[in-house]
């Protein structure tokens, strides 16, 4: 689980929930768009199954002045979206902090008529098997409320911008506290919580932990009135993660089991999983080793119930680190062994290596 977190923090640190873009190209045949691409309409979802590596394509046909906004619906299957102009020029990529379900959103602008191309795609073997849905939510011409959305998302990406350099990344805080203002005005209040993470993560790089957990709590309290059972339970997995940091293992195991009640109620399995991996360690840390390893074999028979095995490697990688903290030389290799034909099973052999070592060396004593 701390490995899937780190990574999980590091990627879900873009946060590019939203796009907006404001084009000035001349148009283009769309020449280059394949010929296995899809044409979306306006509320006439398409729902595709992805594995591992894979890309799908999609095409808008916009006009002039239009606004358009989509909505990527995530099931089993964390993707990455990446909008691309008349002239084939990318606009930018958006991967929202959601895991493998939640649903991601892309806004822009046209200045330009043309045809533009959506991309849809994973960039690791591990990823699903699982379903998304890609949908036209709106497509029309700009008033003067999307034009106040543009404003904000064209805000978010310039604080995005700053927020990626350390020279810059201060200079992000007062960029999203203008997004924020106008979120808050149009009353989109996933969009505010959104906005107000992105501060938070901010802080969080600045290491002025203090400062993002004041704005998590902004965050969660929205997420909490309007019913976001999977952002909420994220923020509660933060909380975990830097309370470990500090060594209060207590407060870590407090907002773990917090976050496990609402991936329960959100029915989402995979996240149970990793959660489950999470208190065990937990657990573990603080002397209970008896629930330690009742969480970790919980974790096992879930994922083996849903069928996940990429993320059953894990389980069993965590689970093997388990049983040698407890002294369980046995119980380790075999969990070990597991986790390494599963990992190249998924051709992660720089992973596969990892675990092989710890059984080397677990093999010498």
Not at 244 to 267: C, G, M, P, S, T
């Amino acid at each position: 689980m701390i490995m899937k977190l780190d990574r999980m923090l590091g990627m879900r640190a873009k946060i590019g929930v939203i796009i907006v873009v404001c084009f000035c190209w001349t148009y283009a045949s769309p020449q280059n768009v394949p010929a296995d691409s899809t044409s979306l309409k306006l509320r006439r979802p398409v729902a595709r199954s992805m594995a591992g590596k894979a890309r799908h394509t999609y095409t808008v046909n916009l006009k002039k002045g239009m606004y358009l906004d989509v909505a990527v619906k995530q099931r089993d299957v964390d993707v990455i979206t990446e909008l691309f102009g008349p002239d084939s020029t990318s606009l930018g990529k958006f991967d929202a902090p959601t895991s493998e379900r939640g649903m991601e959103r892309a806004r822009i602008g046209a200045d330009v008529a043309g045809v533009y191309r959506i991309e849809v795609f994973t960039t690791t073997e591990l990823a699903g098997p699982g379903e998304y849905t890609i949908e036209i939510e709106i497509l029309r011409k700009t008033n003067e409320s999307d034009a106040r959305v543009l404003m904000a998302v064209g805000l978010q990406q310039e604080a995005i911008r700053l927020r990626s350099k350390a020279e810059t990344r201060k200079d992000a805080i007062p960029v999203y506290e203008k997004a924020v203002e106008i979120w808050r005005k149009l009353k989109p209040s996933g969009d505010e919580a959104n906005t107000l993470r992105s501060i938070a993560f901010a802080y969080q790089r600045m290491e002025q932990f203090d400062k993002a957990k004041e704005y998590f709590v902004k965050a969660l309290e929205i997420w909490e009135r309007i019913g976001d059972l999977r952002s909420a339970a994220f923020t509660h997995v933060i909380y975990g993660v830097y309370s470990r940091k500090q060594n209060d293992f207590k407060a870590a195991l407090e907002h773990d089991l917090r976050a496990r009640k609402l991936w329960i109620k959100a029915n989402d399995r995979p996240e149970q999983t990793h959660n489950l991996v999470q208190i065990g360690n937990d657990y573990l840390s603080l002397g209970k080793n008896d629930l330690a390893i009742a969480h970790f074999q919980q974790a096992l028979d879930l994922v083996r119930c849903i069928g996940r095995k990429s993320i059953e490697a894990l389980v069993l990688s965590e689970y093997g680190d388990a049983h040698v903290k407890l002294g369980n030389k046995a119980e380790a290799l075999t969990m070990y062994r597991r986790s390494v034909e599963l990992w190249k099973t998924f051709k992660q052999d720089t992973i596969a290596a990892g675990v092989e070592e710890k059984i080397a060396k677990l093999s010498l004593k």
